[in-house]
T-cell receptor
Framework: DQQVKQNSPSLSVQEGRISILNCDYTNSMFDYFLWYKKYPAEGPTFLISISSIKDKNEDGRFTVFLNKSAKHLSLHIVPSQPGDSAVYFC???????????FGKGTKLSVIP | DAMVIQNPRYQVTQFGKPVTLSCSQT?????MYWYQQKSSQAPKLLFH???????NEADTPDNFQSRRPNTSFCFLDIRSPGLGDAAMYLC???????????????FGPGTRLTVT
């Protein structure tokens, strides 16, 4: 039973446009949320995170939004660049836990 | 540069032949993790060490074992690999509790295991 769902396996976006990647979770006890980016043949690298006490966190072109009532978070990339083409994983922590639970990932392709 | 290193990057083993994957870190982090990731799946946590304390996930098969001889190194031993164990194995670290605490986990590049 998936606790973290990324329902879109893939997404294609034109360069310069906004990319929106979505993630849904089932457990309201999750309290910290992260996005990781993964290129082929490399390990995931941390991108941006948000605590459950916030609803938005911004870092340059990347913004994460958290809607706790809907158990939904999203990653916005504006403007999208070809170098952003990668697989993006949503990951969540439970309170007091060292276990990071990942979604299956969304493959983003930014078309020049 | 501080980093997480995994060797080898690609490993081929025979069905039933024991294999060991290694991970080292120069970050001096307290916590080390091993994940298994199969094609188009989410990385799945197998176990983690907080310093020398070993924490096994409930659904990790007994076929998978781990050793952490010191802060820098952690090994994943697969005692009798089956065809279903072919996957990418990711090692990660995090600082753990204390002044340097961070939720972020730092991943190595992974070892792709093929079982023939």
């Amino acid at each position: 039973d998936q606790q973290v769902k990324q329902n879109s396996p893939s997404l294609s976006v034109q360069e310069g446009r906004i990319s929106i990647l979505n993630c849904d979770y089932t457990n309201s006890m999750f309290d910290y949320f992260l996005w990781y980016k993964k290129y082929p043949a490399e390990g995931p690298t941390f991108l941006i995170s948000i605590s459950s006490i916030k609803d938005k966190n911004e870092d340059g072109r990347f913004t994460v939004f958290l809607n706790k009532s809907a158990k939904h978070l999203s990653l916005h990339i504006v403007p999208s660049q070809p170098g952003d083409s990668a697989v993006y994983f949503c990951a969540v922590y439970g309170a007091g836990s060292y276990q990071l639970t990942f979604g299956k990932g969304t493959k983003l392709s930014v078309i020049p | 540069d501080a980093m997480v290193i995994q060797n080898p990057r690609y490993q081929v083993t025979q069905f039933g032949k024991p294999v060991t994957l290694s991970c080292s870190q120069t970050l001096n982090h307290n916590v080390m993790y091993w994940y298994q990731q199969k094609s188009s799946q989410a990385p799945k946590l197998l176990f983690h060490y907080y310093d020398k304390d070993f924490n096994n996930e409930a659904d990790t098969p007994d076929n998978f074992q781990s050793r952490r001889p010191n802060t820098s190194f952690c090994f994943l031993d697969i005692r009798s690999p089956g065809l279903g164990d072919a996957a990418m194995y990711l090692c990660a670290t995090s600082p753990g509790q204390g002044a340097s605490f961070s939720y972020e986990q730092y991943f190595g590049p992974g070892t792709r295991l093929t079982v023939t």
